[in-house]
């Protein structure tokens, strides 16, 4: 039924074959599989018996759309936020500080903090899935995201947490086998949203568990994501589209059609995709490693937040002014 999506003539589409979308399902079940295998150790905040529970919403609405059925946004992101209000049930956790004092005093009335927990989570999640548009990319970040909270998992103390954390890197780790370079299979919804669903829950729950980290510094491991998402909502606003009309001038497809024009030129676009990946990754883990050092210091962490958005913006807008100068790429 993957004739049903119409992948290919979709405008963000930037592959020319028919694709399998499934390897998500390998990546939760791998997951899955771990969480079974490690058993879940004394003192351990984080149950995994409970944490796969939270999965199965945002899971199976995904894989439906991988599939050929087409679920719509508001669905997608009402799966979403059942999984969130799953794991606030069952684990009784979610944002308690967001070290800004004025939003700290409102974070106090747990029905507020609660909604502003699933909110960002959904958002989050939903940014995964905007991210997901060259071979490997999401996968990569994925695992990226994954060793920097596991490495501040690890830095003070949570180790049920921590070994999650490297459970998800391995099991994102065997679908980029297949995923990268050259896009065998891809991620898809069910994929992309559960990794952010599991990414961003264990990151409120090492919140919770810990106050020694900074929401700033967490903000920084789902930097690129964030920023993405958020210049795409802008970018729509200002050209009076709605916000959820998809497009093709998210910075990742920027960097593909440089690749191409620039670089190999417009047919070989097999080898710009992972060329591409190559060249935003590193734009993408940076911020991650600032969070990481940073962890424990609000002040450098909100001061690392604000140079990674100006840096973001300023790049994104000087990528765009070449683009208009050349118009040959056809990107509009």
């Avoid at 989570?121 to 994954?146: E, R």
């Avoid at 961003?200 to 964030?226: H, N, R």
Wanted: charged residues 10%; hydrophobic residues 55%; positive net charge.
């Amino acid at each position: 039924m993957q004739n049903l999506r119409n992948d290919l003539t979709a405008v963000q589409a930037v592959h020319s074959v028919s694709t399998p979308r499934t390897g998500g399902v390998a990546v939760v079940l791998a997951f899955v599989l771990g969480l079974a295998l490690w058993l879940d150790g004394s003192g351990n905040t984080l149950s995994h018996s409970k944490f796969i529970f939270t999965l199965a919403p945002v899971f199976f609405v995904g894989i439906l759309e991988d599939l050929g059925y087409f679920i719509s946004p508001r669905l997608r992101i009402l799966s979403s936020a059942a999984s969130g209000l799953l794991f606030v049930y069952l684990f009784n956790q979610w944002i308690p500080r967001s070290d800004v004092p004025i939003l700290d005093e409102i974070l106090f009335w747990s029905p507020f903090a609660i909604a502003l927990s699933i909110f960002v989570a959904v958002a989050i999640g939903h940014a995964f899935n905007l991210i997901d548009g060259l071979n490997g990319l999401s996968a990569f970040i994925g695992i990226a995201a994954a060793l920097a909270l596991a490495a501040m998992a690890d830095g003070v103390g949570l180790s049920g947490h921590h070994k999650m954390l490297l459970i998800l890197a391995a099991a994102i780790a065997g679908f980029l086998l297949l995923n990268f370079p050259f896009g065998w299979v891809f991620l898809g919804d069910a994929g992309a949203y559960t990794i952010g669903h599991i990414l961003v829950w264990i990151s409120i729950s090492m919140i919770w568990s810990s106050e020694q980290i900074t929401p700033w510094a967490i903000f920084l491991i789902f930097f690129w994501p964030i920023g993405d998402t958020i210049l795409a909502i802008i970018r729509r606003l200002s050209k009076g589209r709605p916000v959820s009309q998809p497009d093709r001038l998210h910075f990742h497809q920027l960097v593909l059609r440089a690749c191409e024009i620039l670089i190999l030129g417009r047919k070989r676009r097999r080898f710009a995709n992972p060329l591409a990946t190559i060249l935003v990754l590193p734009l993408a883990v940076a911020p991650m490693c600032a969070g990481v050092f940073f962890s424990a210091d609000r002040n450098q962490a909100l001061l690392a937040v604000l140079f990674f958005g100006l840096f973001f913006a300023l790049s994104y807008r000087v990528g765009m002014a070449i683009a208009r100068k050349r118009n040959r790429w056809r990107i509009f």
